[in-house]
């Protein structure tokens, strides 16, 4: 038996004003990429939208998504993407833009990809700190995502807390 | 990337805004270490031949200079003789006119490139068609050579990703090379036609040893694949 394969595509919700991000839930998404992907490639597009993709994971407090796409048809539904101007969650519309950071073959590849972009985040945060407070903590959540690599690749769900401040 | 506003007809030529009124210190993008680089560019629209004037001081501060030529006669002459670096395609209404390969093939031998903007189809319905058909008709011609995609964007919510736009110039009828080629290499070509055509001769570069190898450890998070091929030999 041959398995069934999929895409997935990490994606960033850019928007101008970060609080409205925590509106943010899976049906929104799901009905903001079915709703451009209609627009942009019609009913076909619409059919091929219509089975095997999902909102796999969504973190309102940073904004990442995981899209699972079909993979024979990933590029097409792909394309449309970039056509969202915003997201309308819970009656509020969101104006914002989804930026695609990463394609994955597995779940597995975009979380390492996710883990090591989110510490990377985390160094460029460190020299725009304020105050000393903030510094802290951040050297703090560097130190814990360095340790947690270093001894294992399981407890992730810490350090993703850890990335949220 | 500045937009400066296109010239009309008898107005001066607008100045580059120095940087330093912009901005005290440029961002890093993510994956560099080096700050950005902004340059300026002139877009002309050119209905008539009057408004292209040849080795015109006014041009010089610029370090990229475009035309977007209105009729057929203006888009062979744009293609065969002016000392420019960039073509616009028309993104807001019908192509004007209809070219054959025999221009087109005459820039991409002189170093000139073709640009689309993707901003416009983002703002709305008729102006995406107008974008789409442009495009797919300009890279049936050219084959997809020598294409590149800018994003024209007045807000900063119309900005995409280098991968959303690497995706998107599928739609635009180029091939996944193109697509991919349009972004990152073609770009390159057409800064460097710029500096070329500022110095009037060539150019030779020189860089830091150090300053290539700090950037070669920077995280590969934000370096795409073909990035990654293009520094490793050197």
């Known amino acids: 038996m041959v398995r069934v394969k999929s895409r997935y595509l990490l994606c960033e919700v850019n928007a101008?004003?970060?609080?409205?991000?925590?509106?943010?839930?899976?049906?929104?998404v799901t009905v903001a990429v079915k709703d451009v992907v209609q627009r942009i490639h019609g009913d076909y597009g619409a059919a091929l939208c219509s089975f095997g993709f999902s909102v796999k994971y969504l973190n309102a407090v940073t904004g990442i998504i995981f899209l699972r796409f079909p993979k024979r048809c990933y590029k097409l539904l792909w394309s449309a993407l970039p056509f969202i101007t915003s997201i309308e969650a819970r009656g509020k519309k969101i104006t914002c833009f989804l930026n695609c950071i990463y394609v994955g073959g597995t779940i597995r590849t975009c979380q390492k990809f996710l883990i090591r972009y989110n510490a990377?985040?985390?160094?460029?945060?460190?020299?725009k700190c304020k105050n000393e407070e903030e510094r802290r903590d951040v050297q703090q959540a560097i130190l814990d995502c360095c340790l947690t690599r270093n001894h294992t690749d399981e407890s992730e769900d810490a350090l993703e807390s850890e990335e949220d401040e | 990337m500045c937009f400066e506003p296109d010239t009309k007809k008898k107005t001066p030529v607008p100045c580059p805004v120095p940087l330093t009124e912009l901005m005290e210190e440029l961002p890093v993008v993510q994956g560099r270490s080096q700050p950005i680089r902004v340059l300026s560019r002139l877009t002309i629209v050119m209905s008539d031949s009057s408004h292209y004037r040849a080795s015109c001081p006014e041009y010089r501060p610029f370090d990229l200079l475009a035309v977007q030529p209105q009729t057929d006669k203006l888009f062979l002459s744009a293609c065969m003789t002016y000392d420019v670096d960039i073509i616009c395609i028309s993104v807001s209404e019908r192509l004007p006119f209809f070219y054959k390969r025999a221009p087109v093939y005459g820039a991409l031998e002189r170093g000139v490139v073709f640009e689309v903007s993707y901003a416009a189809s983002i703002r709305d319905a008729t102006r995406r068609r107008y974008t789409l058909s442009n495009a797919m008709f300009h890279s049936d011609v050219c084959k997809g050579k020598s294409v590149i995609v800018s994003s024209a964007a007045v807000k900063a919510l119309e900005l995409r990703g280098p991968h959303d736009v690497m995706n998107l110039t599928q739609l635009f009828?180029?091939?996944d090379r193109d697509g991919r080629d349009a972004v990152t290499t073609n770009c390159r070509a057409a800064l460097l036609h710029g500096e070329s055509r500022k110095t009037a001769g060539g150019i030779i570069r020189t860089f830091r040893r150090a300053e290539e190898q700090k950037e070669e450890q920077s995280p590969v998070a934000k370096r795409s694949r073909h990035d990654a091929a293009e520094t490793k030999p050197v």
């Open chain 1, 16 to 28: 101008t004003d970060r609080n409205l991000l925590l509106l943010l839930d899976d049906r929104a």
């Open chain 2, 173 to 175: 009828g180029l091939s």
């Open chain 1, 120 to 127: 990377h985040q985390l160094r460029r945060m460190l020299p």
